[in-house]
């Protein structure tokens, strides 16, 4: 049974570019949330998909959303990209909107120049 | 704002031996959960244990336990019989009791395993 698969696993952009980051959850979890990890730093939440719509948000500015398919799946996509994106970013799922455990994949390490 | 403090860096611990991690938070809600997470290199976010605030009871897992105490806002998670396989960065997290996965994280332990 796969767990959270993500992908790509590494990227490399420049200031200013788009990204699309994306995400397919565990069998059976239809909750999918991101997660931004600075070097260094704990994770900080980003939002929650769920039902096709983005349920919550962190303080984080437009730039950064996101799409929930109807098999679940997830993108995130973030525009105008900084030299501070520079992150891993994390995806977790779970069995419904207010489970108390999250399944988190490897992350997707982005580089931007 | 929640805020979650982890105020030791990095620990380190011999094989077999018992080691403490510290984690305080910060909250004015009385329905929430904690959690000690651990990330390997491999990145993937493992959930060690989770604790309602609203049980008195330590959670145990096997060699993991916490030691829980509400009034002082404190959380640490405790390991037994350290294994070389507990490397890793430790981090602590809090939820509010209906913010569905939006989990505070602190900024993490590095747990060294000394053979």
């Known amino acids: 049974d796969a767990g959270v698969t993500q992908s790509p696993t590494h990227l490399i952009k420049t200031r200013g570019q788009q990204v699309t980051l994306r995400c397919s959850p565990k069998s059976g979890h239809d909750t999918v949330s991101w997660y931004q990890q600075a070097l260094g730093q704990g994770p900080q939440f980003i939002f929650q998909y769920y039902e096709e719509e983005e349920r919550q948000r962190g303080n984080f500015p437009d730039r950064f959303s996101g799409h929930q398919f109807p098999n679940y799946s997830s993108e995130l996509n973030v525009n105008a990209l900084l030299l501070g994106d520079s992150a891993l970013y994390l995806c977790?799922?779970?069995?419904?909107?207010?489970?108390?455990?999250?399944?988190f994949g490897a992350g997707s390490r982005l580089t931007v120049l | 704002a929640q805020t979650v403090t982890q105020s030791q860096p990095e620990m380190s611990v011999q094989e077999a031996e018992t080691v403490t991690l510290s984690c305080t938070y910060d909250?004015?809600?009385?329905?929430?959960?904690l959690f000690w997470y651990k990330q390997p290199p491999s990145r993937q976010m493992i959930l060690v244990i989770r604790q309602e605030a609203y049980k008195q009871q330590n959670a145990t897992e096997n060699r993991f336990s916490v030691n829980f105490q509400k009034a002082a806002k404190s959380f640490s998670l405790k390991i037994s019989d350290s294994q070389l396989g507990d490397a890793a960065m430790y981090f602590c997290a809090y939820r509010i009791g209906n913010a569905g996965n939006m989990l505070t994280f602190g900024g993490g332990t590095r747990l060294m395993v000394k053979p």
């Open positions: 909250t004015s809600e009385s329905d929430y959960y």
């Open positions: 977790a799922s779970s069995l419904s909107p207010g489970a108390n455990v999250l399944t």
